[in-house]
Structures are given as C-alpha cells and as structure tokens.
Nanobody
Framework: QLQLVESGGGLVQPGGSLRLSCAAP????????IGWFRQAPGKEREAVSC????????NYTDSVKGRFTISRDNVKGTVYLQMNRLKPEDTAVYYC???????????????WGRGTQVTVSE
C-alpha cells in the first residue's frame, strides 16, 4: 500500500506563497501520477492539479492556472505544489493522491494522504 504524506501547509497572507510536498517511503510515488486536491469547509473536494509519470504531463484547474506549479523530483521521491499569489479562496485542506496516470475521474485515484491545512488570511 502506498502511503502518501503531505507537508508544507500553513498560514500565509494574501499574495504570499507556499510550497506543498507529497512524499512516500522508498520513492514509491516515482511510479505514479500524483494529483493535488483541496477541500474547503462546507465545500466539495476539488481537483487542483495533476502530474503524470513524465514531468511535462501536467494539468491545472482554471482557478489556479498561472499561480500554481506542480513538479516532481524523482531523486527525492517527492511531488511539489508551488502556490504563488495566494488568495483567501485558496484556503482549504490540501491532499495528494496517486493514480496510474492523470485520470479524468477522482475515483481513479487509489491512495490518499491525510492532508495539510493551507490558510490564506490577513
């Protein structure tokens, strides 16, 4: 079973930046596509971004395009989500999840981390 661990969340002011990390033991996520999701209080979980096995295979939800960048470092066995120009509406718990490839459906992700809180506020 793949165990994913998110880190890097915190409190940041609007316009600030955070970098989230998603890691797994023994670099096992190097063989998986990794997606980032978020869930704000009272809202459904939404897909934010995904990176395939090839680092050039990426996608983003419209609301984060141009502000967030997903990347992977297979030497470190880690996937990152660089979040710039953060807005209060980015406040949510962020989760990473694994799949065979960047799927079209959330149900295709098979393993999930426990999440990291991101709060954007003055």
């Amino acid at each position: 079973q793949l165990q994913l661990v998110e880190s890097g969340g915190g409190l940041v002011q609007p316009g600030g930046s955070l970098r989230l990390s998603c890691a797994a033991p023994k670099f096992t996520l190097n063989y998986s596509a990794i997606g980032w999701f978020r869930q704000a209080p009272g809202k459904e979980r939404e897909a934010v971004s995904c990176i395939g096995l090839r680092p050039t295979n990426t996608n983003y939800t419209d609301s984060v395009k141009g502000r967030f960048t997903i990347s992977r470092d297979n030497v470190k066995g880690t996937v990152y989500l660089q979040m710039n120009r953060l807005k209060p509406e980015d406040t949510a718990v962020y989760y990473c999840a694994s799949a065979a490839q960047c799927p079209t459906s959330e149900s295709e992700y098979n393993y999930w981390g426990r999440g990291t809180q991101v709060t954007v506020s003055e």
